[in-house]
């Protein structure tokens, strides 16, 4: 008992002791800050330092937030900073504070230190600073240096902003979505940097894109064709710099308005994907070498070309006005040669035969193209049939070159051809048969006459076609990974107004603090933390992250944590006229914000799921949290608190595909059209596809079926629980793990060995198909034994077409032309649950079958995501700002909520799982580490 006793008192000693340590530690700091800067209009007279000017602390008296901005200090700072192990926020924008710049503490959040007289950063300042969400160090008079290896290290940052601060050398292979899934913002302007945009951009999440003005003598060159993958940019600054090349598609950067691209060497054709983009504001190309047309955009948009003055190929000066028909054959001839520099800047003006020569083009005295001769000038890139359109050309000259792929057999065609001599190239294939006496010449090409390039098994013309397209649909399916800022801002405007947070706490693991929670519930314990007012410490919540564990790659789940309590408030606490439904893991809660918005709440059932369940519910998060398309059922957040898993999605108010179905009967409703199902299909499998196809990931739903099919008012279809989904290991399309899903829907392979691949959902898909067209259920234990199965029952039924209309859903009524589109689908289905996965489709075969029998659709309404009320053109500072407007900034983050919400709905019992508290104390162990 003494033991005890003393003990305790040792504790308290201690505890006293560490705490007297930390406020002296943050008064010393704080006091030799004073002493180094000078402070001219900056009251900071007070004895307690929280009270400076600029200063905030928490509840403990720690610096959370120092706050300088263009406050005409001078001076330097102080090494010490670095112990201010609290600080989340630090800013000293605008002044002229000069030195060395100190390590920081790794609490740090936001650093804004631009427009200061700053000559140096360590190199390995970014190291340990992994919770850096905002980095701004422009216009500082560094010494030369490199983009620090160290910054890989800030794997939260959504925004670094480096412009002139001395940068030499290469942009590192580091930027992209790999190291920085939140990276939005990548400023880099006036800089001397050279070399290229590294392909680790491509699939990046980045809206804002400088690297304007380098002052290196190489500047900034080779090709802009990564931007293209790059499908969420809004701005892109590339001008002042050496690249060649075309400009890139653009077909897929949907949000993009404003480019710069003037003062290059950009060659080619202005592509109508960049002059017919809907959302283009600002476009600016002058002094560049572009050819062909000089393009017409529509009238809203800003345009700088300057034709007159400006450096350019355009065949004409008048916008608009197309070039002649033989200026288009030559420019389609060096397109796959990527438009080469120096015949953009040879090939002037409209008439290749008329005025200034043209490299490589002779002309006839009556005006024709007779010899093209290319040899020995650099280019690399395949022989296009375009060639064959030159019909006065006799010697058709491309040796000594790096030419690829194979001779196009439309050459033989040419009338009057003489000579092509394609010599010492790395062409492969068969000759095509010319005409008697052309002389063919192909010396040096080894693998000329053979089928495939040797060592490359896919490089034909046609293969390097293959690769444009799958450039493309990459492109096309990463466009949906954007907005997730956004949905973070919408969960703070939307809750942040009258509620604290979940906990963003959780993820600053020194931070954590587990306490017996003062409620009813003596065994329960809450997770809250040190109390905090600095903005900076708020923000923290959004990217400092809850951790996920390893079978999901870290995916930080942003700022998505929604408390019990607004969780209460929204559903009538849970009553049971707000269920929506159950499912195996919980029940599904309708809830309406203040603002009329709908959710829906799934409310897991803990002792149910288990540690199964939890896995589930990372996995859930993490996999939302990186997924975003039309197709697939948002998540706006989630809670882990008191015992609780929650997940927050978008309501869709016409609910399951299964309803529709199958109980239209019972609900009193009419049964789907066939062309309502069709569309329904394709949505679906435009949402799989996206699933199956990410750039980065392979992502496998494995429990599609129709109550995972959620429909909206316009009746279009969104997939939801991707619980069960797991990342794909990289590079890897199948996996081996646990078995789930529903049975009915289950391949046959995954049942049997539960070896995944994208396959298994195929099969899930199919079955659904055969449930659209016959209105049956996978499993109907109703029917007689050999019919249980619908698959079996299905591909009986189609081997026999004259009994087949036995298995249409009575409920339809389907016509002639809905007819023709309804064997297809049978088809389609029947292949989709072949007993062989290889045997089965891809979605993108089956997206290409559905989308001709679908009517365009055209959205009548707002995009989706307004109607949610995301806003995705807010910042998360902008959404953070906005909310403490609203809500005033709180003193406390504490997220226990009050007994008093708990009403008679809830004490009835019937909707609480019973608490254990294991939960919050294995959620603390395993996201703390
Ligand atoms: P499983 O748990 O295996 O996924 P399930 O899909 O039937 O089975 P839940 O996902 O828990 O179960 O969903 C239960 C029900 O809640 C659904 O059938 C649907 O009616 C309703 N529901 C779920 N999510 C939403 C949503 N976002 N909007 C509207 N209703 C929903
Ligand atoms: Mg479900």
């Not at 049964?671 to 499998?685: C, N, T």
């Not at 009524?813 to 989709?832: D, P, V």
């Amino acid at each position: 008992m003494g033991f005890g006793v003393s003990y305790v008192l040792q504790l308290m000693v201690m505890f006293s002791l560490m705490f007297v340590c930390a406020l002296s530690q943050d008064d010393v700091v704080m006091k030799k800050l004073k002493t180094t800067i000078s402070k001219n209009n900056l009251d900071w007279s007070d004895k307690d330092f929280c009270n400076w000017k600029g200063v905030r602390c928490s509840g403990t008296k720690r610096v959370t937030t120092i706050e300088l901005r263009s406050s005409t200090v001078e001076g330097s700072l102080p090494q010490e900073l670095v112990q201010l192990t609290e600080l989340t926020y630090f800013r000293c924008s605008g002044n002229s504070l000069s030195g060395n710049f100190p390590y920081m503490p790794n609490s740090l959040q936001k650093l804004y230190i631009d427009n200061n007289k700053f000559t140096s950063m360590p190199n390995d300042f970014f190291t340990n600073m992994s919770n850096l969400i905002e980095v701004a160090i422009d216009y500082n008079p560094f010494s030369q240096w490199q983009i620090p290896f160290s910054l890989k290290n800030c794997l939260a940052l959504q925004t670094f902003s480096a412009v002139n601060v001395s940068f030499v050398g290469v942009i590192p292979e580091f930027f992209g979505e790999e190291t920085f899934p939140s990276l939005t913002t990548l400023k880099l302007s006036f800089n001397s940097l050279e070399g290229n945009l590294p392909n680790s951009l491509s699939g990046s999440s980045i809206q804002t894109l400088w690297v304007n003005g380098q002052k290196s003598n190489n500047k900034l060159n080779a090709t802009l064709s990564v931007l293209q993958n790059m499908t969420s940019l809004q701005q892109i600054w590339v001008h002042g710099n050496s690249f060649t090349g075309p400009i890139p598609d653009f077909s897929n950067l949907d949000q993009l308005y404003d480019v710069s691209l003037r003062d290059n060497q950009l060659t080619g054709v202005v592509p109508s994907s960049l002059s017919s983009l809907q959302s283009l504001k600002i476009v600016n190309l002058t002094n560049n070498d572009l050819q062909g047309s000089p393009p017409k955009f529509q009238d809203s948009v800003q345009v700088d070309i300057d034709i007159d003055k400006g450096r350019h190929s355009f065949c004409t000066e008048v916008v608009g006005q197309p070039c002649s028909q033989l200026v288009n054959v030559l420019l389609s001839v060096v397109e796959p040669f990527g438009y080469p520099l120096k015949i953009a800047q040879s090939w002037k003006g409209n008439d290749p035969c008329h005025g200034p020569n043209w490299l490589g083009v002779v002309c006839s005295s009556s005006g024709n193209i007779i010899i093209i001769d290319f040899e020995n000038k650099g280019f690399s890139g395949s022989i296009s049939p375009s060639f064959a359109s030159l019909g006065t050309v006799t010697k058709l000259r491309l040796a000594n070159n790096n030419l690829t792929g194979t001779i196009p057999k439309e050459l033989a065609s040419m009338p009057v051809l003489q000579l092509l001599d394609v010599s010492n190239n790395s062409l492969y294939g068969q000759i095509p048969s010319f005409r008697a006496g052309v002389v063919v010449n192909t010396n040096g090409n080894p693998d000329i006459g053979k089928d495939k390039p040797h060592g490359s098994p896919d490089s034909s013309s046609g293969g390097e076609d293959k690769k444009k397209l799958g450039v493309g649909a990459i492109v096309g399916i990463v466009i949906g990974i954007v907005g997730l800022l956004g949905v973070g801002a919408f969960v703070f405007v939307i809750y942040g107004k009258r509620y604290n947070k979940c906990d963003n706490k959780v993820q600053t693991p020194n931070a954590i603090v587990v306490h017996p929670r003062h409620s009813g519930d003596g065994n329960a314990v809450k997770i809250s933390v040190a109390a905090s007012e600095s903005v900076g410490a708020s923000v923290a919540g959004g990217t400092g992250g809850f951790s996920l564990s390893s079978s999901v790659q870290n995916v930080e789940a942003g700022n998505m944590v929604i408390s019990i309590r607004v969780l209460r408030e929204v559903t009538n606490n849970f009553c049971d006229e707000n269920i929506l439904g159950k499912g195996g893991f919980g029940t599904v809660y309708k809830g309406e914000l203040d603002d009329g918005t709908k959710i829906a709440v799934k409310r897991m059932q803990s002792e149910m799921v288990g540690d199964k369940g939890l896995d589930e519910f990372k996995s859930e998060i993490a996999v939302l949290t990186k997924v975003r398309h039309r197709h697939l059922v948002a998540l706006h957040g989630y809670c882990l608190e008191d015992n609780e898993k929650l997940l927050v999605y978008e309501y869709m108010p016409q609910g399951t595909l299964s309803q529709h179905l199958f109980d239209w009967k019972d609900d009193g409703s009419k049964p789907l059209e066939w062309k309502r199902r069709l569309s329904i299909a394709l949505d679906v499998a435009r949402g799989v596809e996206y699933l199956h196809g990410l750039a980065h990931q392979i992502f496998i739903h494995r429990d599609l079926k129709p109550s995972n099919i959620l429909l909206g008012d316009d009746m279009r279809a969104k997939v939801s629980d991707f619980g069960l989904v797991r990342l794909a290991p990289e590079g890897q399309a199948s996996f081996q793990t646990r078995l789930a899903g529903t049975f009915g829907y289950l391949a046959p392979e995954y049942a049997v060995t539960g070896r995944v691949t994208t396959k298994v959902d195929i099969y899930s898909y199919g079955v659904i198909l055969m449930e659209m067209i016959t209105g049956r259920r996978a499993i109907e234990n109703s029917q007689p034994e050999e019919n249980i199965h619908l698959v079996a029952w299905f591909r009986r039924m189609l081997l026999n077409k004259d009994s087949f209309d036995k298995v249409i859903d009575p409920a339809l009524n389907i016509n002639e032309e809905g007819l023709k589109s309804f064997w297809t689908i049978a088809e389609l289905a029947s292949q989709c649950c072949a007993r062989e996965p290889h045997h089965r489709p891809n979605m993108g075969h089956i997206v290409n079958v559905l989308a001709p029998l679908v009517e365009i659709w055209k959205p009548a309404e707002p995009d989706a995501d307004d109607m949610y009320g995301i806003d995705f053109d807010m910042s998360l500072p902008q959404a953070l700002s906005k909310w403490q407007n609203l809500e005033g900034i709180s003193n406390t983050l504490d997220v226990s909520y009050s007994s008093s919400m708990v009403d008679s709905c809830e004490n009835t019992q019937s909707s609480i799982p019973p608490r254990s508290p294991g939960f919050a104390n294995s959620f603390t162990s395993t996201d703390a580490r």
